[in-house]
Protein backbone atom coordinates (compact mmCIF):
# COMPACT_ATOMS: atom_id res chain seq x y z
CA UNK A 1 0.00 0.00 0.00
CA UNK A 2 1.78 3.31 -1.11
CA UNK A 3 -0.05 6.70 0.26
CA UNK A 4 0.37 10.11 -0.97
CA UNK A 5 0.11 13.01 1.28
CA UNK A 6 -0.50 16.49 -0.76
CA UNK A 7 -0.27 19.50 1.27
CA UNK A 8 -1.35 22.89 -1.25
CA UNK A 9 -0.93 25.99 -0.65
CA UNK A 10 -2.13 28.81 -3.06
CA UNK A 11 1.15 29.00 -5.08
CA UNK A 12 3.04 25.74 -3.21
CA UNK A 13 2.69 22.19 -3.44
CA UNK A 14 4.13 19.50 -0.90
CA UNK A 15 4.12 15.88 -1.16
CA UNK A 16 5.06 12.81 0.62
CA UNK A 17 4.80 9.70 -0.03
CA UNK A 18 4.31 6.33 2.58
CA UNK A 19 4.34 3.00 2.18
CA UNK A 20 2.86 0.77 4.53
CA UNK A 21 4.85 -2.51 5.92
CA UNK A 22 4.85 -4.73 9.12
CA UNK A 23 5.56 -1.53 11.18
CA UNK A 24 2.76 0.89 9.71
CA UNK A 25 3.19 3.27 7.19
CA UNK A 26 7.15 4.33 6.48
CA UNK A 27 8.15 7.63 5.01
CA UNK A 28 9.95 7.19 1.33
CA UNK A 29 9.82 10.33 0.40
CA UNK A 30 8.92 14.33 -0.09
CA UNK A 31 9.71 17.24 -2.19
CA UNK A 32 7.98 20.18 -3.10
CA UNK A 33 7.36 23.52 -5.52
CA UNK A 34 6.96 26.78 -4.60
CA UNK A 35 5.10 29.72 -7.32
CA UNK A 36 3.17 26.85 -8.66
CA UNK A 37 0.86 28.13 -11.71
CA UNK A 38 -0.08 24.39 -12.65
CA UNK A 39 -0.78 21.74 -10.04
CA UNK A 40 -1.30 19.41 -13.00
CA UNK A 41 2.48 19.85 -14.06
CA UNK A 42 3.88 19.61 -10.86
CA UNK A 43 2.10 16.42 -9.63
CA UNK A 44 3.69 14.96 -13.26
CA UNK A 45 6.97 15.96 -12.28
CA UNK A 46 6.83 14.68 -8.66
CA UNK A 47 5.43 11.52 -10.10
CA UNK A 48 8.50 11.51 -12.57
CA UNK A 49 10.69 12.43 -9.48
CA UNK A 50 9.74 9.23 -7.96
CA UNK A 51 10.18 6.92 -10.83
CA UNK A 52 13.59 8.12 -11.31
CA UNK A 53 14.59 7.29 -7.99
CA UNK A 54 12.21 3.71 -8.13
CA UNK A 55 10.36 5.17 -5.29
CA UNK A 56 7.48 3.78 -7.94
CA UNK A 57 7.74 1.94 -11.14
CA UNK A 58 4.49 3.08 -12.41
CA UNK A 59 2.31 5.95 -10.91
CA UNK A 60 -0.52 3.29 -10.76
CA UNK A 61 1.20 2.12 -7.34
CA UNK A 62 0.07 5.08 -5.54
CA UNK A 63 -3.64 3.69 -4.30
CA UNK A 64 -4.64 6.65 -2.47
CA UNK A 65 -4.06 10.51 -2.07
CA UNK A 66 -5.08 12.44 1.32
CA UNK A 67 -5.47 16.07 1.91
CA UNK A 68 -5.22 18.00 4.92
CA UNK A 69 -8.49 19.99 4.10
CA UNK A 70 -8.94 22.90 6.34
CA UNK A 71 -12.86 23.79 6.65
CA UNK A 72 -15.87 23.17 5.08
CA UNK A 73 -19.32 24.46 6.23
CA UNK A 74 -21.26 20.88 5.75
CA UNK A 75 -17.85 18.34 5.84
CA UNK A 76 -15.81 17.40 8.81
CA UNK A 77 -14.07 14.22 9.71
CA UNK A 78 -12.05 11.55 7.21
CA UNK A 79 -14.11 11.17 4.32
CA UNK A 80 -14.04 10.59 0.24
CA UNK A 81 -12.19 13.86 -1.24
CA UNK A 82 -15.32 13.31 -3.93
CA UNK A 83 -17.14 16.82 -5.31
CA UNK A 84 -19.33 17.02 -2.40
CA UNK A 85 -16.08 18.08 -0.14
CA UNK A 86 -15.05 20.40 -3.41
CA UNK A 87 -18.06 22.39 -3.64
CA UNK A 88 -17.95 22.71 0.26
CA UNK A 89 -13.94 23.77 0.15
CA UNK A 90 -15.65 26.38 -2.80
CA UNK A 91 -18.45 27.91 -0.86
CA UNK A 92 -16.46 27.98 2.47
CA UNK A 93 -13.33 30.20 0.87
CA UNK A 94 -14.04 32.98 1.89
CA UNK A 95 -13.03 31.68 5.80
CA UNK A 96 -9.57 29.92 4.40
CA UNK A 97 -9.03 32.15 1.52
CA UNK A 98 -5.36 31.04 1.67
CA UNK A 99 -6.08 26.85 1.23
CA UNK A 100 -9.50 25.91 0.44
CA UNK A 101 -9.12 26.80 -3.44
CA UNK A 102 -6.22 25.40 -3.00
CA UNK A 103 -7.78 22.37 -2.40
CA UNK A 104 -10.43 22.41 -4.48
CA UNK A 105 -8.52 22.73 -7.44
CA UNK A 106 -5.52 20.38 -6.13
CA UNK A 107 -8.28 17.53 -5.72
CA UNK A 108 -9.54 18.21 -9.11
CA UNK A 109 -6.36 17.95 -10.40
CA UNK A 110 -5.23 14.60 -9.00
CA UNK A 111 -8.73 13.23 -10.07
CA UNK A 112 -7.24 13.78 -13.69
CA UNK A 113 -3.32 12.77 -12.81
CA UNK A 114 -3.95 9.67 -10.81
CA UNK A 115 -7.29 8.37 -11.56
CA UNK A 116 -6.91 5.29 -10.30
CA UNK A 117 -6.13 6.50 -6.24
CA UNK A 118 -8.79 6.77 -3.86
CA UNK A 119 -8.70 10.46 -2.35
CA UNK A 120 -9.74 11.08 1.37
CA UNK A 121 -9.71 14.49 2.81
CA UNK A 122 -8.67 14.86 6.42
CA UNK A 123 -10.46 18.38 8.04
CA UNK A 124 -8.32 20.21 10.44
CA UNK A 125 -11.51 20.77 11.89
CA UNK A 126 -11.84 17.01 12.43
CA UNK A 127 -10.19 16.69 15.85
CA UNK A 128 -12.82 19.29 17.18
CA UNK A 129 -16.02 17.71 16.96
CA UNK A 130 -16.07 16.48 20.16
CA UNK A 131 -15.37 19.20 22.18
CA UNK A 132 -18.70 20.16 24.29
CA UNK A 133 -21.37 22.47 22.53
CA UNK A 134 -21.18 25.14 25.32
CA UNK A 135 -17.54 26.04 24.03
CA UNK A 136 -18.28 25.78 20.55
CA UNK A 137 -21.13 28.19 20.40
CA UNK A 138 -20.34 31.89 19.84
CA UNK A 139 -23.28 33.85 21.88
CA UNK A 140 -24.54 35.27 18.89
CA UNK A 141 -28.47 35.20 17.27
CA UNK A 142 -29.39 31.80 16.62
CA UNK A 143 -29.35 33.25 12.41
CA UNK A 144 -25.46 33.31 13.26
CA UNK A 145 -25.18 30.33 14.50
CA UNK A 146 -26.99 28.46 11.59
CA UNK A 147 -25.28 30.10 9.41
CA UNK A 148 -21.81 28.54 10.25
CA UNK A 149 -21.15 31.07 12.35
CA UNK A 150 -19.31 28.66 15.50
CA UNK A 151 -15.98 27.86 16.68
CA UNK A 152 -14.17 25.04 14.39
CA UNK A 153 -10.82 24.83 15.90
CA UNK A 154 -7.87 24.11 13.40
CA UNK A 155 -4.13 22.45 13.14
CA UNK A 156 -6.64 19.27 13.74
CA UNK A 157 -3.57 16.94 12.51
CA UNK A 158 -0.85 18.08 14.51
CA UNK A 159 -2.22 18.09 18.06
CA UNK A 160 -3.83 14.78 16.58
CA UNK A 161 -0.21 13.68 16.71
CA UNK A 162 0.16 15.04 19.99
CA UNK A 163 -2.75 13.63 21.57
CA UNK A 164 -1.03 10.35 20.49
CA UNK A 165 2.55 10.36 21.03
CA UNK A 166 1.71 12.13 24.19
CA UNK A 167 -0.68 9.08 25.80
CA UNK A 168 2.36 6.89 23.99
CA UNK A 169 4.82 8.54 26.21
CA UNK A 170 2.67 8.16 29.57
CA UNK A 171 2.59 4.84 28.63
CA UNK A 172 -1.28 5.29 28.14
CA UNK A 173 -2.00 2.92 25.87
CA UNK A 174 -5.54 3.01 26.02
CA UNK A 175 -5.72 6.44 25.12
CA UNK A 176 -3.39 5.59 22.22
CA UNK A 177 -5.68 3.28 21.33
CA UNK A 178 -8.75 5.95 21.28
CA UNK A 179 -6.97 8.81 19.36
CA UNK A 180 -5.91 5.68 16.62
CA UNK A 181 -9.71 5.25 16.29
CA UNK A 182 -11.03 8.70 16.46
CA UNK A 183 -12.28 9.41 13.01
CA UNK A 184 -13.21 5.63 12.46
CA UNK A 185 -16.10 4.42 14.80
CA UNK A 186 -17.20 4.78 17.86
CA UNK A 187 -15.33 6.49 20.83
CA UNK A 188 -13.51 4.26 22.76
CA UNK A 189 -14.15 4.33 26.34
CA UNK A 190 -11.51 4.98 29.12
CA UNK A 191 -10.61 2.89 31.84
CA UNK A 192 -8.01 4.48 34.01
CA UNK A 193 -7.19 8.47 35.46
CA UNK A 194 -8.21 11.18 33.19
CA UNK A 195 -5.08 12.33 30.67
CA UNK A 196 -5.43 15.61 30.56
CA UNK A 197 -2.73 17.18 28.16
CA UNK A 198 -2.43 20.98 26.70
CA UNK A 199 -0.71 21.29 22.98
CA UNK A 200 0.88 24.29 21.94
CA UNK A 201 1.37 24.02 18.27
CA UNK A 202 3.47 27.38 17.97
CA UNK A 203 4.95 28.47 14.42
CA UNK A 204 3.80 30.48 11.59
CA UNK A 205 0.54 29.98 12.48
CA UNK A 206 0.08 28.82 16.46
CA UNK A 207 -2.91 27.25 18.23
CA UNK A 208 -2.60 25.96 22.23
CA UNK A 209 -5.76 23.03 22.56
CA UNK A 210 -6.79 21.34 25.64
CA UNK A 211 -6.82 17.49 25.31
CA UNK A 212 -8.77 15.09 27.71
CA UNK A 213 -7.89 11.81 27.55
CA UNK A 214 -7.22 11.89 23.50
CA UNK A 215 -10.42 14.26 22.36
CA UNK A 216 -10.19 18.23 21.89
CA UNK A 217 -12.03 19.84 24.89
CA UNK A 218 -11.10 23.32 23.17
CA UNK A 219 -8.70 25.28 21.04
CA UNK A 220 -8.18 29.02 20.77
CA UNK A 221 -8.80 29.04 17.36
CA UNK A 222 -12.45 29.29 16.44
CA UNK A 223 -14.68 30.09 13.34
CA UNK A 224 -11.22 30.48 11.43
CA UNK A 225 -7.69 30.18 11.99
CA UNK A 226 -7.74 33.91 12.70
CA UNK A 227 -8.27 33.30 16.13
CA UNK A 228 -6.54 33.33 19.73
CA UNK A 229 -2.96 33.69 19.96
CA UNK A 230 -1.31 36.36 17.91
CA UNK A 231 -0.13 34.37 15.02
CA UNK A 232 3.01 35.66 12.53
CA UNK A 233 0.84 38.27 10.73
CA UNK A 234 -2.70 37.04 11.68
CA UNK A 235 -4.18 39.23 14.87
CA UNK A 236 -5.52 36.56 17.25
CA UNK A 237 -7.67 37.46 20.09
CA UNK A 238 -9.71 40.76 19.69
CA UNK A 239 -12.95 42.32 20.71
CA UNK A 240 -15.01 41.92 17.07
CA UNK A 241 -16.12 45.99 18.50
CA UNK A 242 -12.45 47.01 17.30
CA UNK A 243 -13.61 46.13 13.79
CA UNK A 244 -16.65 48.22 13.00
CA UNK A 245 -15.36 50.85 15.23
CA UNK A 246 -11.65 50.87 13.35
CA UNK A 247 -13.89 51.20 10.47
CA UNK A 248 -15.33 54.24 11.03
CA UNK A 249 -12.28 55.84 13.29
CA UNK A 250 -9.76 54.94 10.63
CA UNK A 251 -11.57 54.59 7.38
CA UNK A 252 -11.23 51.41 6.31
CA UNK A 253 -12.82 49.30 4.04
CA UNK A 254 -13.83 45.36 5.00
CA UNK A 255 -11.17 44.67 2.39
CA UNK A 256 -8.43 47.15 3.85
CA UNK A 257 -9.38 45.71 7.76
CA UNK A 258 -8.99 41.83 6.35
CA UNK A 259 -5.88 43.14 4.89
CA UNK A 260 -4.94 44.95 7.54
CA UNK A 261 -6.23 42.05 10.09
CA UNK A 262 -5.05 38.84 8.57
CA UNK A 263 -1.45 40.86 6.83
CA UNK A 264 -0.39 43.36 8.64
CA UNK A 265 -1.20 42.11 12.95
CA UNK A 266 -0.08 39.40 15.22
CA UNK A 267 3.71 39.10 15.83
CA UNK A 268 4.39 41.87 12.89
CA UNK A 269 1.87 43.95 13.36
CA UNK A 270 3.22 44.24 17.51
CA UNK A 271 6.81 44.34 16.57
CA UNK A 272 6.85 46.39 13.50
CA UNK A 273 9.71 44.05 13.09
CA UNK A 274 9.14 40.62 11.24
CA UNK A 275 6.48 38.25 10.96
CA UNK A 276 9.51 35.52 12.27
CA UNK A 277 10.19 35.23 16.18
CA UNK A 278 14.13 34.91 15.31
CA UNK A 279 14.17 37.90 14.31
CA UNK A 280 11.97 39.66 16.54
CA UNK A 281 14.12 38.41 19.66
CA UNK A 282 17.30 39.58 18.16
CA UNK A 283 15.39 42.87 17.67
CA UNK A 284 14.05 42.52 21.40
CA UNK A 285 17.69 41.92 22.12
CA UNK A 286 19.30 44.78 20.97
CA UNK A 287 16.61 46.93 23.15
CA UNK A 288 13.56 47.60 20.52
CA UNK A 289 11.17 47.62 23.25
CA UNK A 290 8.00 46.85 20.83
CA UNK A 291 9.49 43.67 19.50
CA UNK A 292 10.17 42.93 23.20
CA UNK A 293 6.12 43.51 23.98
CA UNK A 294 5.34 40.76 20.63
CA UNK A 295 7.38 38.13 22.46
CA UNK A 296 6.12 38.80 26.05
CA UNK A 297 2.43 39.22 24.26
CA UNK A 298 2.54 35.76 22.93
CA UNK A 299 3.65 34.21 25.68
CA UNK A 300 1.41 35.77 27.96
CA UNK A 301 -1.55 34.02 25.42
CA UNK A 302 0.09 30.81 25.71
CA UNK A 303 -0.11 30.74 29.26
CA UNK A 304 -3.86 32.17 29.55
CA UNK A 305 -5.04 28.99 27.48
CA UNK A 306 -2.69 26.52 29.07
CA UNK A 307 -4.12 27.89 32.37
CA UNK A 308 -8.23 28.19 30.98
CA UNK A 309 -7.38 24.28 29.31
CA UNK A 310 -6.15 22.71 32.40
CA UNK A 311 -9.23 24.16 34.86
CA UNK A 312 -11.31 23.24 32.45
CA UNK A 313 -10.07 19.18 32.29
CA UNK A 314 -9.64 19.52 36.44
CA UNK A 315 -5.98 19.42 36.30
CA UNK A 316 -2.77 19.20 34.25
CA UNK A 317 -1.10 16.07 33.44
CA UNK A 318 1.28 17.32 30.46
CA UNK A 319 2.21 20.51 28.50
CA UNK A 320 4.00 19.40 24.89
CA UNK A 321 5.64 22.19 22.90
CA UNK A 322 5.37 21.60 18.93
CA UNK A 323 5.97 22.90 15.69
CA UNK A 324 8.74 25.76 14.71
CA UNK A 325 8.52 28.13 17.56
CA UNK A 326 7.66 25.39 20.03
CA UNK A 327 10.56 23.15 19.14
CA UNK A 328 12.88 25.60 18.83
CA UNK A 329 12.36 28.59 21.07
CA UNK A 330 13.85 27.59 24.65
CA UNK A 331 13.90 30.84 26.11
CA UNK A 332 9.89 31.26 24.77
CA UNK A 333 9.42 27.38 26.91
CA UNK A 334 11.34 28.69 29.71
CA UNK A 335 9.23 31.99 29.73
CA UNK A 336 5.53 30.03 29.26
CA UNK A 337 6.65 27.64 32.52
CA UNK A 338 8.22 29.60 34.66
CA UNK A 339 6.39 30.61 38.08
CA UNK A 340 4.23 27.47 37.90
CA UNK A 341 5.81 25.22 40.11
CA UNK A 342 2.53 25.96 42.60
CA UNK A 343 0.86 23.34 39.60
CA UNK A 344 3.01 21.18 39.77
CA UNK A 345 4.87 22.45 36.35
CA UNK A 346 9.06 22.53 36.92
CA UNK A 347 11.48 22.43 33.63
CA UNK A 348 15.18 20.85 33.73
CA UNK A 349 16.91 24.80 32.35
CA UNK A 350 19.53 22.49 31.14
CA UNK A 351 17.65 20.03 29.04
CA UNK A 352 14.92 22.49 28.01
CA UNK A 353 18.04 24.83 26.49
CA UNK A 354 19.70 21.88 24.73
CA UNK A 355 16.41 20.75 23.22
CA UNK A 356 15.79 21.95 19.26
CA UNK A 357 13.93 20.20 16.71
CA UNK A 358 13.96 16.77 18.59
CA UNK A 359 11.62 15.28 20.65
CA UNK A 360 12.74 15.23 24.29
CA UNK A 361 11.15 15.60 28.18
CA UNK A 362 11.94 18.86 29.04
CA UNK A 363 10.57 18.87 32.84
CA UNK A 364 12.64 18.19 35.32
CA UNK A 365 12.16 14.65 37.96
CA UNK A 366 10.67 16.80 40.32
CA UNK A 367 7.72 18.22 38.11
CA UNK A 368 4.29 16.82 38.35
CA UNK A 369 3.46 17.78 34.64
CA UNK A 370 5.53 16.19 32.02
CA UNK A 371 6.45 18.58 29.31
CA UNK A 372 7.53 17.56 26.32
CA UNK A 373 9.09 18.64 23.04
CA UNK A 374 7.56 16.47 20.46
CA UNK A 375 8.11 17.83 16.39
CA UNK A 376 5.03 17.77 14.19
CA UNK A 377 4.31 15.56 11.74
CA UNK A 378 1.14 16.25 10.40
CA UNK A 379 1.95 14.53 7.32
CA UNK A 380 1.79 11.03 8.88
CA UNK A 381 -1.36 11.71 10.57
CA UNK A 382 -2.94 12.29 6.69
CA UNK A 383 -0.97 9.16 5.69
CA UNK A 384 -2.45 7.56 9.04
CA UNK A 385 -6.12 8.67 8.65
CA UNK A 386 -6.12 7.43 4.66
CA UNK A 387 -5.60 4.41 5.57
CA UNK A 388 -7.50 3.92 8.22
CA UNK A 389 -10.40 5.01 5.65
CA UNK A 390 -9.37 2.68 3.46
CA UNK A 391 -9.66 0.07 5.48
CA UNK A 392 -13.05 1.00 7.13
CA UNK A 393 -14.81 1.32 3.53
CA UNK A 394 -13.48 -1.42 1.53
P1 LIG B 1 6.22 26.33 11.35
O1 LIG B 1 4.97 27.08 11.02
O2 LIG B 1 6.01 25.21 12.29
O3 LIG B 1 7.01 25.95 10.12
O4 LIG B 1 7.15 27.34 12.15
C1 LIG B 1 7.64 28.52 11.56
C2 LIG B 1 8.11 29.45 12.65
O5 LIG B 1 9.07 28.76 13.46
C3 LIG B 1 8.76 30.72 12.14
O6 LIG B 1 8.02 31.85 12.56
C4 LIG B 1 10.12 30.72 12.78
O7 LIG B 1 10.40 31.92 13.37
C5 LIG B 1 10.03 29.70 13.89
N1 LIG B 1 11.35 29.07 14.07
C6 LIG B 1 11.97 28.25 13.21
N2 LIG B 1 13.20 27.93 13.68
C7 LIG B 1 13.34 28.59 14.88
C8 LIG B 1 14.38 28.71 15.85
N3 LIG B 1 15.54 28.06 15.69
N4 LIG B 1 14.14 29.47 16.94
C9 LIG B 1 12.98 30.11 17.09
N5 LIG B 1 11.97 30.06 16.20
C10 LIG B 1 12.14 29.31 15.11
Redesign the pocket.
Known amino acids: MKILVANLGSTSFKYSLFEEDANGLQPITQGGYQRVTDYGECIEDALTRMREHNHIQDASEIDAVGFKTVLGIKKTGCVAADDSVVNDLRSSADLAPAHNPAYANGIEQFAKNLPGAKRVALYETAFYQWAEPAGRRYAVPKSWHEAGIKKNGFHGASHKFIAERSAELMSRQDVVERVRSLYHGELKPIEGNPLRVVSC?????SSVTGILNGCAIDTSMGLSPQSGLPQ?NRVGELDSMAVTYAMKKLELSPEEIEHQLTKESG?LGLSGVS?????I?KAAESGNADAQLAIESLIYSIRHYIGAYAFQMGGLDAIVFT???G???TN?RAEVCAGLEEFGIELDPEINQNT??VEATISSDYSRVKVYVIP?NEEIVVARETLRFLQRTN
Open positions: HLGGSNLNDIRDIAGIENSLKGA
